[in-house]
Each structure stands twice: as C-alpha cells, then as structure tokens.
C-alpha cells in the first residue's frame, strides 16, 4: 500500500544552525532573600522525577529540574537534596516495563530505515522497583512517575516507583513528605490528572474532577497538599500546568499525515465510503460518537497520539486508509476540549492557592505554549519539534536535561521575583538535548 504516515521521525530530525556572540550570563550575588532553603522537598509526577526518554533512569534523574534547582540552592544556603536514586549500572525502568530510547537506527515494514527512537533493550529492569527505604532513609525528591494529585495521600498507594521509596507499605507520598519537615517546598503536579485520559485517547481512565473530598476532587485535594506542607511555616513554589497543545508527543503526526497517490486515492475511495485525492488526506478514524457509522475522516486539530504502532498505519492493517485508526491512538475534539478546560480549571486554583499563600508561582502553561512557538536561549533556537526541538526527550512528553535546565531556571526566576533572592540561573547550554549516534 502507498500509504505512508508522515516522516515522523526522519523530518523531525533536522539541524538548526545558530550563529551569535559568545553568551553571557549575569550572575548575582547570591542571597537566600527571606527563604531557607537548608531542606528541600520536591513534589511531582514523572516531570520532576527526572523520568525521561520513556524511563527512570540514573542520569535522568540527575538531570531533573528539581536537581538542577537544589544544585543552585546550595549556593543560598541549602543542603543535601537526596534523591531515590537508580543503580548507575542499571537501564532504569518505564512505566509499561520499557527500556529507556536512545536514537538510532530502524527499519519499518517497507525496509525504509531512518532515524528515530528506539528501545535499548527489549524491557526495563525490574529491580528498579525494589524498596530502597531501609538502606537509604527518606528521600528530598519525593515525585513519583504516573501519581496524581488525587493520589497524593492515599495510603497504601500501590505505584510501584512510589513502593521503591515508601517509608512503609501503609504510608503516602504526602505523609512522607511532610515527615521530612522541609523548610522549603515545590510542588508540580496535575498533568497526570488529566494526562492519563490523554494518553489512552480518551478511552479509558478519566479526567479528575474538580469537587469532591480529598482524594477524590482536584481542588480539596491540591488544598490538603499545601496546608500539610505549609503547617510548620515553610514556604516554596506551586507551577502550574502545560497544555497538551504544547507537547510534541501530540503534535509530531499531522491530522493530514496519510499521503496517497493518485491512483491509491481512486482504488481506496472505490472501495470505502471515503472520499480520498491525490496528496495530503485526513486519517480515517473510530469515533464512537458518529451516529450509525462510528467512524470518519479526521479534522484539523485533533491529534494522532505518538504511540500509534507506525507500521500498522504503513502496512501491516493498513490503519488510516483502509481501516480505522482505533480510538485508544487518537483524540478528537470533544476529548480534547475536555483535557483543555479541566487544565484550565486546575491552573486557576493554582495561581489562587500561590496568591493567597504568599507562595511563588511558575507559568509553565505560558512557558511551554513559548518553546512551542519558537524560544531562543542565549542565542541558540529551542522549540516542541520531536528530537530536534531540544526540549522534549524521546518520549514526546518529559524533557531532555537541557530542557529540565531551562525549566529550572523559569522556577529560580520565580523564587527570586517572590522572595527577593538572588538564585543564579544555570547555563542550560552545558546540558544536553537529545544525544545523535
């Protein structure tokens, strides 16, 4: 078949070439301001885990945000950020019991190669989730992959990556982190909220709501989070949350991604009650709402999700063209406006519960719609683009450690603008983006 999805990967992976003058950085005095930062307690999901590249692993988590930023706290005074950290030696683990992608070479159904992700072995390595608490003590990087906000205190809370670091099995992620008393706090959390629903196209988990108890609705629950952390007078940091609209891992394959021949398009509108034409045309898809027929063509907008198995669109059961993309590897407009306006919802309890508490704030959403569009970093271009945007690792979702570098330093921009510090910002250029063989 003449179908071929959009070069994915081989277009994505281009080189910009920046010439400017040599960087320079302001570099402050440092001063701690009215924070004390000597114990620092990082709060999240996969993000500031340092989950990358489709796994937790010991450079990943290195390279965090939440590293890099207790990296620089030590220069106002802060101590030992100790994080649950992977076996240098290990693959690390992902959250389907993936291996970690490095870029290299692949071939699909056709015996086309070109260069794109591929999984360093054919499964993570479970000993990743062996507790870890008895032999190290707690933890300053208390973010767990996959965790909602919802989770947070549920206790007994079956996350296998929490399992590794739990203090015992009937505690929670919150508990635990309040136990280490901390004095200063960051908290980045409600992506998975709504992002699980997204990366199963809608058509399982669900979107948290924003009333109800704790552990239950959004609200009550970011609320218990923050008076818990807030109790003993510490203060900190609240980001909010980034769009999928943002994210490469939903904006890589075009709505208009199936490119047909004349002669494909005549032999395929033939056959199906589909009218194709020579050239760019919407992929075919599942959509339970269509009344009677449950399917159609797709429109502009909607998102073709990274994890589509490429060659069953190319070959193997002709997805898109003959045969409808299944609904798990799509998001329509419905579901999409859904994810957005519960992101909405979010943020704006955020940027209230940071007004009210006296708490920095980050604009991660403002932040990440920025790199989208095009963001230049002391004269070097950065942007969402897959692989050599610089910015999102080979999961489309978390970012490389030059990307954590840059988001770092929005959170030490906010810190300093909150409590009158002066944190120096890090070069993000001496950290890497995706790394080509």
């Given at each position: 078949m003449n179908t071929t999805l959009y070069k994915i990967i081989t277009l994505a992976i281009t080189t910009t070439v920046v010439v400017s003058c040599k960087p320079k950085f302001d570099v402050p005095d440092p001063d701690n301001g009215n924070i004390d930062v000597s114990n620092y307690v990082a709060l999240g999901s996969s993000m500031t885990a340092g989950y990358s590249n489709g796994a937790l692993y010991y450079d990943a988590q290195q390279n965090s945000y939440a590293n890099i930023l207790a990296e620089q706290?030590?220069?106002?005074?802060?101590?030992?950020?100790?994080?649950?950290?992977?076996?240098?030696?290990?693959?690390?683990?992902?959250?389907?019991?993936?291996?970690?992608?490095?870029?290299?070479?692949?071939?699909?159904?056709?015996?086309?190669?070109?260069?794109?992700?591929?999984?360093?072995?054919?499964?993570?390595d479970a000993?990743?989730?062996?507790?870890?608490?008895?032999?190290?003590?707690?933890?300053?990087?208390?973010?767990?992959?996959?965790?909602?906000?919802?989770?947070?205190?549920?206790?007994?809370?079956?996350?296998?990556?929490?399992?590794?670091?739990?203090?015992?099995?009937?505690?929670?992620?919150?508990?635990?982190?309040?136990?280490?008393?901390?004095?200063?706090?960051?908290?980045?959390?409600?992506?998975?909220?709504?992002?699980?629903?997204?990366?199963?196209?809608?058509?399982?988990?669900?979107?948290?709501?924003?009333?109800?108890?704790?552990?239950?609705?959004?609200?009550?629950?970011?609320?218990?989070?923050?008076?818990?952390?807030?109790?003993?007078?510490?203060?900190?940091?609240?980001?909010?949350?980034?769009?999928?609209?943002?994210?490469?891992?939903?904006?890589?394959?075009?709505?208009?991604?199936?490119?047909?021949?004349?002669?494909?398009?005549?032999?395929?509108?033939?056959s199906l009650p589909v009218a194709y034409y020579e050239g760019d045309n919407p992929f075919f898809i599942e959509d339970e709402t269509v009344p009677f027929t449950g399917y159609r063509q797709m429109v502009e907008g909607e998102f073709v999700l990274l994890n589509i198995p490429l060659d069953s669109v190319k070959c193997y059961t002709n997805w898109g063209s003959a045969n409808l993309i299944p609904n798990r590897f799509t998001l329509i407009a419905s579901e999409i406006d859904a994810i957005e306006n519960a992101i909405n919802d979010y943020n704006a309890i955020l940027k209230n519960i940071a007004s009210a508490k006296g708490l920095a704030f980050v604009d991660v959403n403002s932040f990440f719609k920025k790199v989208k569009t095009g963001y230049v970093y002391n004269g070097v271009a950065v942007n969402a683009s897959f692989v050599s945007g610089g910015f999102y690792s080979l999961d489309g979702l978390n970012l490389t450690a030059r990307g954590n570098a840059i988001l770092a330093n929005e959170f030490i921009k906010a810190i300093n603008s909150t409590y009158q510090s002066s944190i120096p910002e890090v070069n993000a250029m001496k950290y890497p983006a995706v790394t080509f063989p």
């Open positions: 706290f030590k220069l106002i005074g802060g101590g030992e950020f100790k994080i649950p950290n992977v076996s240098q030696s290990s693959i690390g683990m992902g959250n389907a019991n993936n291996a970690p992608s490095i870029l290299g070479n692949r071939t699909d159904c056709k015996g086309v190669v070109s260069l794109g992700p591929v999984k360093i072995a054919t499964q993570g000993s990743v989730f062996t507790n870890i608490y008895s032999s190290q003590g707690s933890f300053n990087n208390m973010a767990v992959p996959d965790v909602k906000v919802i989770d947070m205190a549920v206790t007994s809370y079956t996350n296998p990556f929490y399992q590794r670091m739990s203090s015992s099995p009937s505690s929670s992620i919150l508990s635990d982190a309040v136990a280490k008393n901390p004095t200063f706090f960051s908290v980045n959390l409600g992506l998975q909220d709504v992002l699980k629903y997204a990366l199963k196209g809608g058509a399982s988990d669900s979107i948290t709501p924003m009333a109800g108890a704790i552990g239950i609705g959004f609200e009550a629950s970011i609320n218990n989070i923050i008076n818990q952390l807030m109790a003993n007078g510490s203060k900190g940091v609240i980001a909010n949350i980034p769009s999928i609209k943002s994210m490469a891992y939903f904006n890589t394959i075009p709505w208009n991604g199936l490119k047909l021949t004349k002669e494909k398009a005549e032999e395929l509108t033939s």
